[in-house]
């Protein structure tokens, strides 16, 4: 059982800048694919960014070039750096692992998830 703790949130204003952190309680955290998704008020789960095993970072569109994932496996812990910030981030983010293949997405790939930070973008 991998338990994911976020800290990180809060508010900040359009254009700003927020550096999520999600601390794993497993040994083998590097033999998880990390991801990161954010669910925002009457909207489904979004992923937003995840990185592999090997270090290698995907993101959708949304959030491309503004968001960026990186893990320290010596500190069992995933960031996501996020810039240029816009209302329309604002959302809870949670942090999730995942044995999937490949690069997984969905949320149904991911087998365990922190409670989330709340990210909150003023306009």
């Known amino acids: 059982q991998v338990q994911l703790v976020e800290s990180g949130g809060g508010l900040v204003q359009a254009g700003g800048s927020l550096r999520l952190s999600c601390a794993a309680s497993?040994?083998?955290?590097?033999?998880?694919?990390m991801g990161w998704f954010r669910r925002a008020p009457g909207k489904e789960r979004e992923f937003v960014a995840g990185?592999?095993?090997?270090?290698?970072?995907y993101y959708p569109d949304s959030v491309k070039g503004r968001f960026t994932i990186s893990r320290d496996n010596a500190q069992n812990t995933v960031y996501l750096q996020m810039n240029s910030l816009k209302p329309e981030d604002t959302a809870v983010y949670l942090c999730?692992?995942?044995?999937?293949?490949?690069?997984?997405?969905?949320?149904?790939?991911?087998?365990?998830w922190g409670q989330g930070t709340q990210v909150t973008v003023s306009s």
């Open positions: 999730a692992a995942s044995r999937a293949p490949g690069r997984p997405v969905g949320q149904y790939e991911y087998e365990y």
């Open positions: 497993e040994r083998s955290f590097s033999m998880y694919i």
């Open positions: 990185i592999t095993r090997s270090g290698i970072t």
